[in-house]
């Protein structure tokens, strides 16, 4: 699979838990941390260590790990960083309070029509 790929298949499974508001960006052209950011709120903390062990585990089937992984799962935030994209799983408040979106202003948002739609699998 590709980058772009893993990224769409991340924001598939965190909705598949019931992410909210799911959205992937391309900041390719504004840094170089990444290729793709993706960013899910939860509505509890339940919810916020079911999106996050959910995400591991179906990579993991992929011989992914993340290089780095930031809070608790009792936390409101939740970063997992895989390199090429990181996925970041927020509290909705927190999510609202940080905005994360406007941080990255000059991220392309890739439609969630691209993402949504793609019929992949990790194998």
Known sequence: MTTEELAYQAARLAEEKKGIDTEILDITKVSDIADYIIITAASSRAQLKAIAAHIEDSLAKADLEPSLREGKYGDKWFVLDYLDF??????????????????????????????????????
């Open 86 to 123: 990181v996925v970041h799983i927020i509290d909705e408040t927190a999510r609202e309070f940080y905005n994360l979106e406007e941080l990255w202003a000059g991220a392309m948002f890739i439609p969630r029509e691209e993402w949504d739609l793609k019929d992949l699998s990790i194998s």
